[in-house]
C-alpha cells in the first residue's frame, strides 16, 4: 500500500485520535478513507463475522480491532487488552480493556461491546444458518458456551 501524504497525515491524526481518547472526528482527521493501492476484486464481505478468505481478512483487520493482534513475533500480543490475567488453572483468561478505547464515533468500548462481538461472530443466524459461514467456528469454538451457541441451544456466552 502506498500513501500520499495527505493520507499518512490523517491515517497518524486517526490513530493518535484513537490512542488519546478522542473521536475521529474531534481529530481534524480531514480524510478518513483507507485506500489500496491497487484494485481488490472479489470481496464477498468485510464483515469480520463471515470473513473467511485472506484478502478479505487482510482488509477487515485494517478496519476492526481485536483483544488481541500479532506482533513482529508472530505471538499474541495486547491490542484493546491492556491486561490480560490468566487462571491458575490455565483454562480461562481475564481481559482488561484499555482506558480509552473508543470506536470511530468517540463512543468508549465496553466490555459489553466485546462479549456483543463474540456472541454475534458465534451465531448462525449471521451466516444464513450455516455455522460453517461463520469465521468464529475457527478461533472462538474453545470459549465456554460457543458450541451451545453454534447448536442453536442458546442465545448467551458465559465464557
Do not use: H, K, N, W
Not at 462479549?115 to 460453517?132: E, H, N, Q, Y
Not at 469454538?141 to 448467551?156: I, K, N, T, W, Y
Amino acid at each position: 500500500m502506498r500513501l500520499t501524504r495527505r493520507e499518512f497525515v490523517a491515517l497518524s491524526a486517526a490513530g493518535t485520535a484513537l490512542r488519546s481518547g478522542t473521536s475521529l472526528a474531534q481529530s481534524g482527521a480531514a480524510d478518513q478513507r483507507l485506500r489500496f493501492a491497487g484494485p481488490i476484486s472479489g470481496l464477498g464481505t468485510l464483515d469480520p463475522a463471515l470473513t473467511r478468505d485472506l484478502q478479505a481478512m487482510f482488509i477487515v483487520r485494517q478496519i476492526f480491532r481485536g483483544l488481541l493482534q500479532f506482533g513482529t513475533d508472530l505471538l499474541p500480543v495486547s491490542d484493546l487488552a491492556e491486561l490480560i490475567d490468566q487462571a491458575e488453572s490455565l483454562d480461562s483468561f481475564t481481559f482488561r480493556l484499555i482506558e480509552g478505547a473508543r470506536f470511530g464515533d468517540g463512543r468508549t468500548i465496553t466490555s459489553e461491546d466485546v462479549r456483543a462481538s463474540f456472541v454475534r461472530a458465534l451465531t448462525p443466524a449471521i451466516g444464513d444458518g450455516s455455522v460453517g459461514a461463520l469465521a468464529a467456528v475457527t478461533y472462538f469454538r474453545d470459549v465456554m458456551g460457543a458450541e451451545a451457541l453454534l447448536a442453536g441451544e442458546s442465545g448467551a456466552l458465559p465464557g
